[in-house]
């Protein structure tokens, strides 16, 4: 059990030993002929992923931007399975999850045990003391479906090891808690006029420029009333004067109009990261018919993102 | 962590040399990461305990390839995503080593056959007393008949509230180890038991860390996360700094006022600050204490807390 612990608490490597293998021949030659034998298919992806509910297990992004833009990363990644079907708060879609454990051999009575690994290609375990709430935007890939009945709540007694086993889970799985938690922090730091366009670089919110900040103009009800929808129109500015960037972003009835100013090269990602195909103008870049959304807008030789919510 | 191109060439059989000679390398530093003894994989210690040569991590190399195989533990593994195929190779390498460390264990130390042994031995000296009940053999402290026998669940309530015997020797002293567990076993459990029911108590009984142990290195001490108390001063420090007096006071009120909690009216009469001001102050101080800091676990956020009451009580006096 000390090995598993040590291998959780510790940070995961890219590391390997940086020395010269000699290779026996027959040795390579029969791992090679023995792998083969076996017949092994390659990963085919869901190809419609399924209505988020109850029982699903999924594997959750291990890189994600919080509702505060600041970008959470986790070592070990997570598979989690649905406690609970969606419900929504404040506008967002989050559900209940367990995270799902391979280490098997860390089982105290008080988890179920999947021994059928056809479910998701290993037998596992099923944290039921580690529930947590997450948003289900983090939810990455569908793997598979398993119903189980809940073990009724008994004392049983816990070594010391299992114990320091579920400290580490518990304390990991607050990478999947914070979604919540900054979405209730976002919440209670914004006015609702702020939460439609939210816009972060580096974990800092960026305030748009007060005298470009437009309500209710004049085109707006022209084409509102035209198209017979009522719509608020509400433009932001933003910018990164060191950057040598801005952004204006416009709410319209179609959606939102992204703008991009800036002499770096950039490109706009959704949030399964597939790039959005622009509009040029002369001087600007634009984005038209975004939807409400998480959108990422990398600037050339900058790592971080500029973060752009829209709700 | 192994790379996923190397892993799908293993799959199709059609590992290239470059592939082989990364899977070994990472063997090895996971060897050298977590200091595992070279007896996982030979019988008999040899030198260094720690000191691996190149021949001895393809030898573990292999025994994982060759276990993997036999464990079938690549059968389904077309459900698999690549994004966390990677991490599912090296979880099954920890799991296959904590197996051999576990089994390597079992030489040194208390083994369960061992036990079973034993107690044969001790059921043939006749330290305790056997009664057939249903054609089963039970074993007792003293003379018994079926009214002695309790159910199963209530013998393992029973069991679980006796402190472990922590054995720390090797060798030769187990035989009175073991009769004196089985002697305390069934004297709390107060019931007759089968003899592969008190093989089993008298395994769990005892523990055995210290042979885990010996096989770390002996500088080694798992740490507990710490409370990050720099972090939390500092965090602290900068929430709180631009609070004035009543600001410090009102907020230590609302937020950890007991045993009552105060309303933004009753405030706004005991300060004499409008509730409105008082409720922007709050939902600010809020907003800075979710922005600045974000505790790891439960204990981290109480005691994180408990500063930021104390402080808040002191910059109000």
């Known amino acids: 059990m000390k090995t598993i612990i040590n291998f959780l608490s510790q940070q995961l490597d890219s590391s390997f030993l940086d020395e010269d293998v000699q290779i026996s021949t027959i040795d390579f030659e029969r791992l090679n002929k023995s792998f083969a034998d076996l017949g092994l298919r390659e990963h085919q992806a869901f190809k419609i992923l399924p209505r988020v509910k109850q029982y699903q297990i999924w594997l959750v992004k291990s890189v994600y931007f919080d509702y505060l833009g600041i970008e959470r990363t986790t070592d070990h990644p997570f598979i989690v399975i649905l406690e609970s079907n969606p419900e929504t708060i404040n506008d ?97 730091s914004t006015n609702e006029n702020d939460r439609r366009v939210f816009v972060t670089f580096d974990g800092k919110r960026l305030i748009p420029k007060p005298e470009n900040y437009i309500v209710n103009s004049e085109k707006s009800f022209l084409r509102a009333a035209k198209s017979g929808k009522k719509s608020e129109l509400i433009i932001k500015n933003f910018e990164i004067s060191e950057l040598d960037f801005g952004v204006i972003i416009t709410s319209t009835i179609e959606g939102y109009v992204v703008s991009v100013e800036s002499k770096i090269a950039h490109k706009l990602l959704n949030s399964a990261n597939e790039p959005l195909v622009p509009l040029f103008h002369i001087d600007r870049v634009v984005y038209s018919e975004i939807q409400k959304a998480i959108y990422y807008l990398y600037l050339e030789g900058i790592n971080t993102p500029i973060v752009i919510r829209l709700k | 962590m192994f790379e996923i191109k190397y892993i799908r060439e293993l799959l199709k059989g059609q590992l290239s040399e470059d592939g082989y000679t990364h899977f070994v390398r990472v063997v090895g530093f996971n060897i050298k990461k977590y200091r595992w003894p070279k007896s996982i994989i030979l019988t008999e210690e040899i030198g260094d305990f720690y000191l691996w040569s190149q021949s001895d991590i393809k030898e573990l190399a292999h025994q994982y390839f060759e276990w993997i195989i036999i464990k079938g533990k690549l059968k389904h593994c077309s459900k698999i995503p690549d994004s966390y195929l990677s991490y599912y190779f090296l979880q099954i390498f920890i799991s296959f080593v904590a197996d051999l460390i576990k089994q390597f264990q079992s030489k040194n130390g208390l083994s369960y056959q061992k036990i079973s042994n034993l107690i044969t031995e001790l059921i043939n000296r006749k330290i305790v007393v056997k009664n057939k009940i249903h054609s089963v053999n039970y074993y007792f402290i003293e003379d018994f008949d079926e009214t002695k026998l309790i159910d199963e669940l209530t013998c393992q309530k029973r069991f679980s509230r006796m402190p472990k015997i922590i054995l720390e020797e090797t060798g030769k002293h187990y035989k009175s180890h073991v009769e004196v567990a089985v002697l305390d076993i069934l004297t709390v459990l107060n019931s007759p038991v089968t003899k592969d029911q008190l093989i089993k108590y008298v395994f769990d009984i005892f523990d055995q860390a210290y042979f885990q142990n010996q096989y770390f290195d002996n500088n080694y001490e798992h740490k507990e996360p710490e409370i990050d108390n720099e972090l939390i001063d500092e965090v602290i420090s900068k929430i709180t700094t631009p609070l004035s007096k009543i600001e410090a006071k009102y907020l230590s009120d609302y937020l950890f006022g007991t045993p009552e909690n105060k309303s933004l009216a009753d405030l706004e009469t005991e300060y004499g600050v409008p509730k409105s001001t008082i409720h922007h102050r709050i939902t600010k101080f809020k907003e800075s204490i979710v922005l600045n800091f974000s505790p790891v676990d439960e204990e981290e956020g109480i005691y994180f807390l408990k500063k930021l009451a104390h402080k808040l009580d002191e910059n109000s006096n």
């Open chain 1, 92 to 188: 967002e879609e989050f559900v209940r999850v367990n995270p799902i454990s391979p280490f098997v051999e860390m089982y105290s009575q008080q988890e179920v045990i999947c021994d059928d690994p056809e479910v998701i290609g290993f037998p596992f375990m099923i944290e039921l003391w580690n529930s947590q709430p997450i948003l289900v935007e983090l939810l990455d890939k569908y793997l598979g479906y398993f119903e189980y009945q809940n073990i009724p709540k008994e004392n049983v007694s816990i070594s010391p090891d299992l114990l320091e086993f579920r400290k580490i889970e518990i304390s990991r799985a607050s990478f999947l808690n914070n979604s919540i938690r900054s979405l209730l922090g976002f919440f209670e």
